[in-house]
């Protein structure tokens, strides 16, 4: 169902109520937050010594050892993700520190990325307030209003074919090597030294495997990373119903809650993904470490009233490319050319 703004507004809890209700469930758990990093990091390790063993029998054994170990980064990717936010540790330094660590092996600028992520959360569904930390998302008049360079970018880019597997790759291993330009001097540093320890570890490995042996290894485990992650995030943001406001009408809560979706997963997905598809509960309060996610939402009775999306209902967001203004909804390409059809009518 879409959602009006006055409805979704409605449905939105006052401020002072959400935050109660989340407050709860903002105190982070030291003892959870290590078994965490231990049942991730072991397995992941494991994962990469049977490589090694198994790159010297035959590269076909070490593709489903290399995709196993590809899941387990996405649910490192939420460890470092939690990181950024504050959440996972109660200490700073802990945090940052696990973050920066996390942030070498997933191909991840710890601050760099952090600050972009910030960005993202203040202005989630704020239509006026696009570009950074989302996906490109063009509405249909802006589309008809550029040039032919722009729509043959923007067509690229919502490919599924680039978006979800050869953009991951270009997003890890070459966009993330580079600072943004209105980034700080922190933020900078932490882009190099992220590159400088991605070179030390690629070297110390490829020693060990060989570098074909290593690249090889490396480039699945990123291949599979990259492709859930992304579209993990996409799912997150581009679904039926997805809140999209102008400034003058945009709202936090409402954003939070109907801007980004509950992507209600099978129970070993839901593990890999680190509860991230209790995503509208997370927009609503970063400060929420992953291992509380699911317990906030069986908990309150509120967040049970989000529709959810299911993996196989989430297969129909890969068609959706332009956000529809007048009929406040996303769409493929089909209405972008009944559009058109109409404004030739019409003139």
Not at 293 to 298: M, N, P
């Amino acid at each position: 169902m879409q959602l009006t703004a006055d409805s979704a507004n409605q449905e939105a809890p006052a401020a002072n109520d959400w935050k109660a209700i989340v407050a709860k469930y903002t105190k982070p758990s030291a003892s959870k937050a290590i078994w965490q990093v231990v049942n991730t990091m072991v397995p992941y390790v494991a994962c990469w010594v049977a490589m090694y063993y198994l790159a010297n029998i035959s590269w076909w054994l070490v593709l489903p050892v290399a995709a196993l170990a590809g899941a387990l980064m996405v649910r490192m990717f939420i460890l470092f993700h939690d990181c950024t936010h504050g959440s996972f540790f109660k200490s700073t330094k802990a945090n940052n520190v696990l973050g920066q660590i996390l942030g070498v092996l997933t191909f991840t600028p710890y601050y760099h990325w952090k600050w972009e992520h910030t960005v993202h959360h203040a202005t989630s569904g704020n239509l006026d307030k696009r570009g950074m930390g989302d996906i490109w998302t063009l509405t249909i008049q802006e589309y008809l209003e550029s040039s032919r360079l722009r729509r043959f970018a923007y067509r690229l880019a919502r490919n599924p074919l680039v978006m979800f597997l050869l953009g991951p790759l270009f997003l890890f291993l070459v966009w993330n090597r580079i600072t943004t330009r209105t980034a700080g001097m922190k933020e900078r540093m932490s882009v190099y030294l992220t590159n400088l320890g991605i070179i030390s570890i690629a070297v110390g490995m490829s020693y060990l495997f060989g570098w074909q042996n290593y690249i090889f290894s490396q480039f699945i485990v990123m291949s599979v990373a990259g492709t859930i992650g992304v579209w993990m995030f996409y799912v997150q943001h581009q679904f039926e119903g997805v809140y999209w406001e102008r400034q003058e009408d945009w709202d936090f809560a409402t954003a939070a809650m109907h801007g980004s979706s509950f992507y209600k997963l099978p129970k070993i997905l839901q593990w890999f993904s680190g509860n991230i598809g209790f995503h509208h509960i997370h927009h609503l309060s970063s400060r929420i470490p992953n291992y509380h996610l699911e317990q906030c939402h069986k908990s309150e009775p509120f967040f049970q009233k989000v529709k959810p999306i299911t993996l196989v209902s989430s297969l129909k967001c890969a068609g959706y490319r332009l956000w529809d203004e007048e009929k406040r909804e996303l769409v493929g390409y089909k209405r972008l050319r009944e559009v058109r059809r109409s404004t030739k009518a019409a003139a």
